[in-house]
Structure formats: C-alpha cells, structure tokens
C-alpha cells in the first residue's frame, strides 16, 4: 500500500529549514523559521525558565496525567495575560483555558470545535496569513475563505478593502485576527481601526478567533493585548489561541492555550465541554513541563519581573535589527525604499522581495527566506547583517 504513495510535498516554512541544514555553504543565513536569534546567533534559553526549570526538578513529585484542560493553575494566568487581572470576563467567569500542544494545536482545538458545532460555518483569514492557517483549518474540516488585508504596493495596511469584505461575511461565521505582530506583514491595525474591526464584529454577529503567537515582542505586553480587548466587552463571544514558543523562548516544549469566551458562566462550561471532548478523541491531554514552566514564572513576582526584563530585551533587539537592515541597504547603494520595515512589528517582515529575488538570494548566496518574502527579522544579527545586505543589492540589481 505504502509503496504506491507520492511523496508529500514539502512544508513551505519547516520544508525551508530542512534545506538549510543540508547545505554545506559555510556562511548561510536561515531568515525563514519564526525562531528569535540572540546576537550570537543562539536561540537562547531565558534565564527565567532556567530558574523555574530548576526549582521544578527539585520539587516535582509526580509524572501522572494531567486533566484534559491541563493543570487550572496555567489556565489561571493565561487568562490573566490575555485580559488583565481585573477583567469583567474573570470575575463572571466568562472564560475557559485548556493547555494545548503550542499555537497550532490550540487552532486545531478550536477548528475542531467548530466544525463539530456548527459543520455549515466558514473560517475567515486575512491575505495574507500564517501559511500553516489554512492548512490547520481545511485539515478540521472547516472551509477556509480569505479577506483583504495588506497592500503591498503602498506597504500598509488595506483596511477600507478588509472592512468592505468583513462587512458581507455571513453571520455565524468565524473570523480569525492577528493580535499583534501580523505574520507575515508586520502591520497591525491601530486602536481606531481595532474598535472599529470589533464594531462590526459584534453588528454582523460573527464570531472572532483571535491568533495570540507574539504578546510581547510588539509594543509590550499591555499594549500587544489591546486590540484584543476591543472585542471583549460584555456578552461577547470569541476564541483565543495563544503561543509561548517565542516570548518565553519555550519552542520545542510546544507550549500553547485555547481560551474560550463565552456570553455567561454556563454558556462557557457547556460549550468548553465540547472543546474537552474534541481534545480527548485528539491528543486526549497536554504535556506537563512547559505549562508548569509558565506558571511557575507567571505566579512568582520575581521570576515574573526577570521574563519582562528579558522580554523587552528581546523586542528591542529585533527592533534595532530593523533599523540596521534598512540603515545597512541604504548604505549598500539600494535605491528602493524599505523604510516601511521600521514601521512594522514583531518577528516578521513582508519585504516585496519576489519569488526570482527568493530563489537567487538560496541559490547563490545560501539565504533563505520564504517564497512569499517574508523575512525572519529576529533571525538577523549584527554579524550577519553585511553579508544580508550585500547579497540583497546583488540580488535586486540583478
């Protein structure tokens, strides 16, 4: 049976990085995979997680199952960082949290959850998107459509085009925003334009899914959370996947929530058992470790004050790794202008770049990037920033 299969063709972003690690170039440059980069070039383990690691291996007693939502411990301070600690949603107990395997398996949960409630509903992405979105939601059986999002030629965001289209969306439907951070453009609504994405929201009754993958590395914690909370206001209903791959550095732990929020304490608890059941006949609970890492750190004020410490410093590296890119090319002769990199956020750049410039940039000079362009900022360094910049003069001379 096996034998008469196709091979599968490769993943676009993790495909990527298995082509970088079998090329013997001595200086290629891997700006593909959304993995932070310190100025060594390292993907470091935070001090933070080092010190709550450490007191978990000396207080761990048990290796026994975790609940199907994971420890309640975690789901506490994930809602604590999504709303505040003071929020109307917690004190009516709004919301429900279940510890999932990283973001993507937090947009499974919550894809399966809709398809198996509500098989007639459509999930709505942004254009462009996270390549694996659709992938996830298609795999649960949703059927995915697409509204307008980014301008690439002025290099901002669409945003009369993307309201035009939100407002024919049937209701009932789902739409999923990106936070903060968008991946791949970089350009986040503004807080007008989030209050008015929520209005419409609420008037066309769909319902938000909302990718949390990056609290943090935009403008801070608080003020990433912003938009989000425009749609939190009471009675609302929405989605949350959240990711701490990147702003605890916990990538290969696979660490990640789906909260549901719902109009009332028992709305919440009959719909979150849905969500238990798609979870239980999937992976059927989450791992332990990273979870109780993030408690750990979260519930300790100390701990809590060192991961912010360290979470701005690396916001403000990929921040300064902005400005030098766009310094670097101007330096380099480059007459196109890439200023609008500074003005985007987060780990990621849509940089205009086409397909031949990708292709070029692999061949010839051992970078790589995805085909859509975009571009891992936070991959970049101080040491291999010449050697970027010069590849990408040649390239776009060329």
Request: aromatic share 8%; glycine share 8%; hydrophobic share 40%.
């Amino acid at each position: 049976m096996f034998e008469q299969l196709d091979l599968a063709p490769p993943d676009p972003i993790l495909g990527l990085t298995e082509a970088f690690k079998k090329d013997p170039a001595p200086n290629k440059i891997n700006l593909g995979v959304g993995v932070y980069k310190d100025a060594q070039d390292r993907t470091p383990v935070l001090e933070c997680v080092k010190r709550a690691e450490a007191r978990l291996l000396e207080q761990e007693s048990s290796k026994g199952y975790l609940p199907i939502p994971g420890a309640p411990e975690y789901g506490a301070q994930v809602r604590k960082l999504l709303f505040g600690a003071d929020h109307e949603i917690l004190a009516n107990k709004r919301a429900a949290t279940a510890h999932t395997p990283g973001g993507t398996g937090a947009l499974r949960v919550a894809g399966d959850f809709l398809h198996r409630m509500y098989p007639n509903a459509a999930v709505w992405v942004s254009s462009p998107t996270w390549e694996n979105h659709n992938g996830v939601f298609k795999a649960a059986g949703l059927e995915v459509k697409s509204y307008p999002y980014y301008d690439a030629e002025k290099k901002c965001l669409d945003f009369e085009a993307m309201m035009n289209t939100l407002g024919s969306v049937p209701a009932g439907d789902a739409v999923l925003f990106h936070a903060c951070c968008h991946n791949p453009s970089g350009m986040d609504p503004d807080a007008g334009q989030w209050a008015a994405l929520a209005a419409l929201v609420r008037e066309r009754r769909l319902l938000p899914l909302i990718d949390f993958a990056y609290q943090g590395f935009g403008d801070g914690l608080e003020e990433d959370a912003a938009g989000l909370r425009q749609f939190c206001t009471p009675g609302c209903e929405l989605l949350i996947s959240s990711s701490f791959s990147k702003n605890f550095g916990l990538y290969n732990e696979r660490c990640g929530a789906v909260t549901l929020v719902a109009a009332s304490a028992e709305a919440a608890d009959k719909a979150f058992s849905h969500v238990k059941t798609c979870i239980r006949q999937n992976y059927s609970n989450p791992p332990s470790h990273g979870g109780a890492v993030i408690t750990t750190i979260l519930s300790d004020p100390a701990l809590r004050a060192l991961w912010e410490q360290e979470l701005t410093a690396m916001r403000d590296r990929i921040n300064g790794m902005r400005r030098l890119f766009v310094e670097s090319l101007k330096a380099k002769g480059v007459n196109r202008d890439f200023s609008f990199i500074t003005r985007q956020k987060g780990m990621f750049s849509f940089s205009g770049l086409n397909k031949d410039q990708v292709a070029a940039l692999r061949e010839e000079h051992a970078i790589y990037i995805v085909g859509s362009g975009r571009i891992n900022v936070a991959g970049m360094t101080e040491s291999n920033m010449d050697r970027l910049c010069t590849a990408l003069a040649q390239v776009m001379k060329d």
